[in-house]
C-alpha cells in the first residue's frame, strides 16, 4: 500500500448509488413542474426529474431527442406538452423551450413506473429487507396512485439490494485498505488477508485491545467454534472465545474462510496460540465441538493442551441416533453431575432404557465434558458475526462471500 490512510474514496463508491437515490427522492418530493431558464447539474438529473414529473402528474412521457447534449421531450400525440434542454459552458443542463400545456387524458398505467423508478424506496428495504410484498405495493398505491406488479416488486428488490450492499469487487478492494487502517488505529493487532491475483481467500483478526486483554486478565480457557454466513456464496467464521476473571466472555479474534476444514482450522489455531503466547500449553484447556478436523489441529499446535468437548455440542450428536425426553433429560442430568456417585446414577438409569445409548456415552470420557458458559459463548459467536457484518468486513457478508472475484 502507497498510502497506509483509509482510502475513503473506494469505500465512497458503495454508498454513491444510494445517496444519489436518496437526493433523487427529496428532488420527487419538491417537484411538480418544470421552469423556463431551469438548470440541473447533468443529463442524468434532468431526466430523472423527467420521470419523476412523468410519474407525478400522470403523463405518459417520451423521449424525442436523447443525447448528451440535447434533450427533448415530448407528451402523447396531439399534445402540445415540450420541453428541450441543452449543455450549457459549464457542463450543466438548462431549459430553453417549454410548453407547459396538456390537451391529452390522465394515464393510470405508466411506463415510467419500473423498477429503476421504485429504486428510490431503498430505505425502505435498508429498514427492512424483508418487506412483505402485499406492503410495498400498498405503499407504492399510497404515493403514487399506481399498482405495480410482483414481477416489478422482485426487481426492485434486487435492484436496492445491490445498491445498500455496495458492489462487490469494490467491497472486496477496500478489505486490503481496511487492514492498513486497522494496523494504523490498533497497535498490536494481527491481520492477515490471504488470496491469489483478485481472489480473496480468507481472513484472520485479532484485536491488540483483545489480546492485551486476554493475555492479562483471563484465565487459560479457550472456546473454539464455527459457524456458517449464510450469504449468495457461502463461507464459513471461525471464532476464538476466552473467559475472564469474573466468569463474563471475552471475544479474542474471528476469522472469515470459504470453508471449514483441517487446512483453515491449522491456519487459525497457528495465528490464535501466537498472539496469545502460549508458552506451556499443559496449563491451557480448549473446548470445541470435538470435529475431527479440529481434533487434529489442536493436536498439531497444542500438544499437551487440554481439550474437553462442549457438552451442547455433544447432546447435538448424541440426539441423532438417540431420540426421546427420557433420554435427553438423564443425558443432562448426568452432564450437570457435580460428584461421581451422582453420575454413575444418572448413567445407570439411562442405560436401563438404551443400552445403545449408554455405550455411545461411555466412548466420551465424562472428564471432557463442559457445560458452563456454552451457551453464553455461542451467544458471542453470533455478536461476532454482527461484527463482521457491520463493523470489520463493511458491507460484505450480508450477501456476498469468500472466493468471489474483483
Known amino acids: 500500500m502507497d498510502d497506509p490512510q483509509f482510502k475513503l474514496g473506494n469505500a465512497f463508491v458503495l454508498f454513491n448509488k444510494y445517496i444519489v437515490l436518496l437526493i433523487e427522492e427529496i428532488f420527487d418530493s419538491m417537484l411538480c413542474s418544470f421552469l423556463p431558464g431551469m438548470k440541473f447539474d447533468n443529463v442524468k438529473i434532468l431526466r430523472n426529474a423527467v420521470v419523476q414529473y412523468s410519474v407525478k402528474n400522470f403523463r405518459q412521457l417520451r423521449y424525442v431527442k436523447n443525447m448528451r447534449t440535447q434533450l427533448r421531450v415530448r407528451c402523447q400525440d396531439n399534445c402540445p406538452w415540450v420541453l428541450y434542454a441543452y449543455q450549457q459552458p459549464d457542463k450543466s443542463f438548462r431549459i430553453s423551450t417549454l ?3 396538456h390537451a391529452c387524458t390522465m394515464v393510470w398505467q405508466n411506463k415510467r ?31 403514487c ?24 469487487a469494490e467491497q472486496y478492494k477496500i478489505l486490503w485498505d481496511y487492514d492498513e487502517e486497522l494496523k494504523r488505529t490498533n497497535p498490536g493487532c494481527t491481520v492477515q488477508i ?8 480468507r481472513l484472520y483478526i485479532c484485536l491488540g485491545a483483545c489480546k492485551e486483554g486476554f493475555t492479562a486478565r483471563c484465565r487459560p480457557v479457550v472456546r473454539l467454534d464455527g459457524c456458517f454466513v449464510k450469504t449468495t456464496e457461502g463461507g464459513q467464521l471461525l471464532a476464538a472465545v476466552g473467559i475472564d476473571r469474573e466468569n463474563c466472555i471475552f471475544p479474542l479474534a474471528l476469522a472469515v474462510v470459504d470453508v471449514e476444514n483441517k487446512t483453515n482450522w491449522q491456519w487459525f489455531i497457528e495465528l490464535l496460540v501466537h498472539d496469545i503466547g502460549m508458552h506451556n500449553p499443559r496449563v491451557w484447556t480448549f473446548i470445541s465441538d470435538k470435529q475431527k478436523d479440529l481434533v487434529d489441529s489442536i493436536s498439531q499446535y497444542c500438544e499437551g493442551v487440554e481439550h474437553r468437548c462442549c457438552a451442547r455440542d455433544l447432546y447435538s450428536n448424541f440426539t441423532l441416533a438417540h431420540k426421546g425426553l427420557a433420554l435427553k433429560n438423564l443425558f443432562w442430568t448426568a452432564a450437570r453431575a457435580t460428584i461421581v456417585p451422582e453420575w454413575k446414577s444418572a448413567m445407570n438409569e439411562l442405560k436401563d432404557i438404551s443400552e445403545e445409548a449408554y455405550n455411545w456415552l461411555l466412548e466420551k470420557p465424562p472428564s471432557q465434558w463442559t457445560d458452563p458458559i456454552s451457551k453464553s459463548i455461542r451467544d458471542v459467536i453470533f455478536f461476532l458475526i454482527i461484527c463482521v457484518r457491520h463493523s470489520i468486513l463493511p458491507l460484505l457478508l450480508p450477501e456476498t462471500g469468500p472466493s468471489s472475484r474483483c
Open 113 to 143: 413506473v419500473n423498477s429503476g423508478f421504485l429504486a428510490k424506496y431503498v430505505r425502505k428495504f435498508r429498514s427492512d429487507s424483508n418487506i412483505p410484498m402485499s406492503t410495498f405495493m400498498e405503499t407504492v398505491k399510497e404515493d
Open 145 to 168: 396512485v399506481y399498482e405495480i406488479s410482483k414481477h416489478q416488486f422482485y426487481r426492485t428488490r434486487s435492484k436496492c439490494v445491490e445498491v445498500i450492499n455496495g458492489i462487490v
Open 99 to 101: 410548453v407547459d400545456e
Open 194 to 201: 490471504e488470496g491469489s491475483g483478485h481472489t480473496f481467500k
